[in-house]
């Protein structure tokens, strides 16, 4: 007697658990550029400590050596978009691994500030560009039920490399006045890393498919969503790209606008209230404004700050395809207000513990980590059409950067004139206006395909 052979639910479910860690296995390879993102970004807060005292940097002059990365990561995101359009997400994606590796060697190697600002320049470079193309492929490549986590282990990587930056700076910085050489040499162990794992994934299906390449972008759907959803994401893909030009004109046209005005604001707001002082600068803010901290605790503290902000953006991974992300971006801009309006009354008592300082700091942190740190990341990645998407998120992180290099760059200036309480009451009035903008503007994406937001946002 013939038996037909029939799948069972165990095979069904064995294969999308076999897909969805086909995904998993790269975004986490892709996530590497996270990675290095948050270490390059965040070691100059350890490094800046002994360059100022090697080389009697002025405030300017801090404020150059910590910017000039961030200039580099306003120019890479800029011509991101020209970059992965044209030659695709993975070898661009490639090339910044190269970027990476070059300049964490050449700021060790520096032997005067001019020279150690081009070379985080070019580490810049490298950050913009992935910073750019590794959420969008991310995106371009994940069931939409799954979108949101998968996205932000993009976030959870650079808020790893920002924890693993404090701890290295910590435990580097007990070798002498040039261990800040080796605090940015280890940056191309991880570099090596990401580029030998670029080799090994595939192009974006949803990139191969817009540029014509029908078979390649099939086949690679076929191995994440299976034959059958593959050939109805094509068919999405295919109708979404034929009423699309691809071209700058489109990005800005009128039925693009307002999602593109989304994007930019989110990732200006993002930056704006003023995460990076804390990053960047938390050693000089607590050895400097906190009476009686050594260099030693100052460092601690960047670890201890590290540690809370790889905590929360555990949290907000768990909660984005649940809460959705308005939730959480509101959440977490009210958060982060009320946070930063303890600091500034704290700051304006006499004799206030230092702890109880840093416990406010250590909210505002956990508020930023749960929305406004993977938030607008996200979002610019899922709100954008297929054959724009990279010039659209090209434009929304140039405006990321910029508010970044801003804000990095007035810090010292503004603590100058206004004094830390009233630097920070500035960011604390902004997180504020960023509630009010999100909940006012921002819609939610949660747990619907890219090609069904472009079709949300068209109507």
Not at 109 to 133: K, P
Not at 176 to 201: D, K, Q, T, Y
Not at 416 to 436: D, H, P, Q, R
Request: aromatic share 10%; net charge positive.
């Amino acid at each position: 007697m013939h038996v037909p052979i029939t799948s069972t639910n165990a095979e069904v479910s064995g294969a999308k658990a076999q897909s969805l860690g086909y995904v998993v296995l790269l975004a986490t390879t892709t996530a590497i550029s996270g990675f290095l993102f948050g270490f390059d970004t965040a070691v100059i807060n350890g490094v800046l400590l002994l360059l100022r005292r090697q080389f009697a940097l002025s405030n300017l002059q801090t404020e150059v050596a910590a910017s000039s990365l961030l200039l580099g990561c306003l120019l890479g995101a800029a011509g991101a978009s020209m970059i992965g359009d044209r030659y695709g997400r993975k070898k661009s994606l490639i090339a910044s691994a190269i970027l990476f590796a070059l300049s964490a060697l050449g700021a060790a190697a520096a032997n005067s500030v001019a020279l150690f600002s081009a070379a985080r320049l070019v580490g810049g470079l490298a950050i913009g560009l992935a910073s750019v193309l590794t959420p969008v492929y991310i995106a371009e490549i994940s069931p939409s039920k799954n979108r949101g986590t998968l996205v932000s282990l993009n976030q959870l990587a650079i808020v790893i490399g920002i924890l693993f930056a404090y701890l290295v700076s910590w435990q580097i910085a007990r070798f002498g006045e040039n261990s800040w050489r080796w605090m940015l040499a280890v940056a191309a162990i991880p570099s090596l890393a990401f580029f030998l794992g670029l080799l090994a994934i595939p192009e974006s299906p949803r990139w191969l498919l817009s540029r014509g390449r029908h078979d390649e972008g099939e086949r690679i759907l076929a191995r994440i969503f299976g034959a059958t959803v593959a050939r109805e994401q094509v068919q999405a893909v295919e109708k979404a790209a034929a009423s699309e030009e691809g071209s700058w004109r489109e990005v800005f046209s009128l039925g693009m606008r307002k999602r593109l005005g989304v994007g930019m604001f989110l990732a200006l707001f993002c930056q704006i209230t003023g995460i990076n002082t804390v990053l960047y600068y938390g050693s000089i803010i607590v050895s400097e404004h906190f009476p009686g901290q050594s260099t030693s605790m100052a460092l601690i503290a960047n670890v201890i700050i590290g540690t809370v902000n790889l905590v929360f953006t555990i949290v907000a991974m768990i909660y984005l395809d649940r809460w959705g992300r308005r939730a959480i971006l509101l959440t977490a801009s009210g958060g982060m207000g009320g946070a930063l309006t303890l600091l500034v009354v704290g700051l304006n008592i006499r004799g206030i513990s230092p702890v109880l300082m840093l416990g406010a700091i250590l909210l505002y942190v956990a508020f930023f980590a749960l929305g406004m740190g993977p938030g607008p990341w996200l979002i610019i990645s899922e709100i954008f059409p297929t054959k724009v998407r990279g010039r659209a998120a090209s434009i929304a992180t140039s405006t990321l950067w910029s508010g970044t290099l801003l804000v990095t760059f007035t810090f010292l200036s503004l603590v100058k004139v206004l004094n830390l309480w009233g630097t920070f009451a500035i960011y604390g009035s902004l997180s504020f206006v960023c509630l009010i903008y999100v909940w006012k503007m921002v819609p939610e994406t949660k747990g619907r395909t890219l090609e069904h937001i472009q079709e949300d946002w068209g109507k």
